[in-house]
């Protein structure tokens, strides 16, 4: 809807009406790849924030709804505490979550996580299965949240479960 209220005030209907597009094809086509997985059968995600990794978002969480949206079962569950997020929580909690993906927002933080010896019995980094969030033009997962989430969307679909959702992010980038 935003798309195409700005179409109308900004006298660029066609182009608004092409972005319109992308973002409810992108909803459609990664909700229909991965509706019917069993609650039990979901990837189970930490979204890891902050430089030590140790900040998160809860499963209600603004910050973090891509992960439901893309089939995902945050680890982190509950309702938020506020709209703000970051909550912080202790590497033991990581631990006891085990993840089997965790998604990172901190490029410093990923640069460290496979060496330091705290993070090696987390399912997720044992089985090299931590991704940094794309960033560019804007970032694709949240901080802020952008209309990079459409394709944010995909990228993480297709993380979590690349037999059902592919996508190759160089074309789809362009």
């Known amino acids: 809807r935003a798309y195409r209220f700005l179409g109308e005030i900004l006298g660029r209907k066609e182009r608004c009406e092409m972005l319109a597009s992308y973002v409810e094809e992108s909803t459609k086509s990664v909700a229909a790849s991965v509706s019917g997985i069993p609650e039990k059968e979901k990837t189970t995600v930490y979204y890891a924030e902050g430089t030590d990794g140790l900040s998160t978002e809860r499963s209600s969480s603004l910050h973090a709804e891509l992960i439901f949206l893309a089939g995902g079962r945050n680890v982190h569950q509950g ?3 506020d709209h703000y997020g970051m909550e912080k929580i202790s590497l033991e909690q990581v631990m006891l979550y085990d993840p089997e ?5 901190e490029k410093a933080f990923f640069d ?3 060496s330091d010896k705290r993070w090696q ?3 997720a980094v044992k089985n090299k299965r931590v ?7 804007f970032n694709w997962f949240d901080r802020p949240p952008s209309f990079m989430r459409a394709m944010g969307l ?3 679909a297709n993380i979590l479960y690349p037999s059902r959702y592919r996508m190759d992010p160089a074309p789809e980038t362009k």
């Open 79 to 81: 309702d938020a505490p």
């Open 131 to 137: 991704y940094l969030i794309p960033r560019n033009p």
């Open 121 to 123: 019995s987390v399912k």
């Open 112 to 114: 460290s996580v496979f």
């Open 154 to 156: 995909k990228w993480l």
């Open 101 to 105: 993906v965790i998604l990172v927002q």
